[in-house]
């Protein structure tokens, strides 16, 4: 890649991992979008979330410094924390010096350190959660906005409230709700409740609430759970979050989560009794999962305006968790298939889409030409994403590159070749694309895909990628054999091996011997040469 970026994405949080969650979610698909077009996008995260091994599992490196919460817990003086944390947070900036910084909910940082290290970086977007008017509209809220390039708010320009000044407003961008997973991404209801360990005969029900960090988290689970726990025809899935510290609670019909990738397996559950988080609110909805609502206090998110949209939408309804004969209530009014479906549907209705792709090249419009940014979101669609998987993406991503020029025309052609490659292990596949892309260098793109296709049926009986690379490495540029013609001399030479018993170092002794008389240009005589001493 002849190109590299360098994005920071900044992510504080306390007692939750919102922040972090969308950062998350929006710099999978700059890295993606970056991918397409040949630039190698260096995604860093700075952030004070003490699950930040959510970004472990997708290769985003991050920076941690403690949580303001746990500082106060272990009894640490404050003032002192805060001028460190300042000085990490302009420090770490200044040595990486980003193209772009992506700052969360809050714009002048946790700490109020980011006024004087705006200026370290070339661009700066703000994500700009809406939240509640009295924090939104403080002055020092409200001074920093002008200071970014784009405020990018995820949600609809219709639900969202957001008070900007006068000289940002052309800078707001709408994008829509961001979900740490598109809908294409998540898994089937089966697969999910599979992996859950839930019963199909049973409803499946999420207790949730958020992260885990907040104070009333065990009391939300352990009221919920002796609400549920003894109807036999529910399965109780308990999500209690990264953050969560206290102790779990087991029994039957019940299932104990507290890592992060409970989002994927959202079309699990039948119904949920939840917080209203940003991420668990959007996730549920568009999943299509009614959730029993029982909001939380906080000091920036409005979570009872959020509730109450599902909820005056039929995708819903509150609770109280200190009334168990309300919440049995509340969960057998969705027992009837009709009802828990008119309820789904209204929540698809309310986020039919995640939109952290939406998000990413917005993002991206600032540090890279626009009409790239286009012709990359026109790449990597949602049927690609169904073909490929989120985890096959970026391999994808680099066949389409390799074959040709990296356009739409050249997805089909890739989409055969990540096909025909699923036996081999990710490294040796990229090794073989880059170098039968690189031997067949005057060959059309799908003459390539082709030569691809072909090559790893004929290698796979050896169970040996290393080898296959370390032949196919011997060959030289081909300038005049058509390339089905190379493609049966190699394969007539791997089936000699074969009959023979022999391995691929046999070729490969075979391919080095008559590499020495070969003359440049075509592996023609170089084959024919390696074939015949074979046949000795």
Known sequence: MSRTVRVVCYAVNGSGVGHLTRLHAIARWMRR?????GVKA????????????????????SFKLPSKTVIGDAGYDKLAYLALAKQWVWHSLALLRPDLLVVDTFPRGAFGELLGALDLVRRKAFVYRPTKAAFAARADFQAMLPLYDAIVVPDTREQAVVQVPDSARGRLRF????VSRDAVELSSREEARRALGVDE????????????????????????HAALADDPSLHLVLGAGPLHRGAPIRGPRTTWIE????????????????????????????????????PQEKIADEQDRRAARAVDAGAGAFVDLRDASAIRAAVDALRD???????????????????????????????????????AEDLVTDDVLAR?????????????????EGTARDVPLALSVQEALAPVPEAQATRLIEIVTRKLAHAAPDERARALAALVPAFAPFSDWQGATILLGLLQTERQLPAPVLVQRLTELLASLRARGEDLYRGIADLSRANASAEPGTNDPLLRAALAEERK
């Open 337 to 375: 298939p009709v009802a828990r479906a008119d309820a789904s549907a209204a929540a698809r209705a309310l986020v039919p889409a995640s939109h952290a792709r939406d998000a990413a090249a917005e993002l991206l419009r600032l540090i890279l030409p626009p009409h790239e940014v286009e012709a």
């Open 388 to 404: 490929v998987g989120s985890d096959g993406l970026e391999r994808f991503l680099g066949v389409l590159r390799a074959l040709g």
């Open 33 to 37: 979008y970056a991918t397409a077009l």
């Open 175 to 178: 994008v829509g709700p961001i």
């Open 42 to 61: 260096e995604i860093y995260f700075l952030t004070s979330c003490e699950a930040d091994g959510i970004l472990f599992g997708d290769g985003f490196p």
């Open 259 to 294: 890592g992060p990738g409970l989002g994927r397996h959202m079309r699990a559950f039948d119904l949920a009794v939840c917080a209203a988080g940003y991420n668990t609110f959007h996730e549920l909805m568009l999943a299509g999962v009614p959730a029993l609502f029982v």
């Open 201 to 224: 005969g049973r409803l499946a029900v999420l207790v949730s609430a958020g992260g885990g960090g907040d104070p009333g988290v065990d009391d939300h689970l352990a009221r919920a």
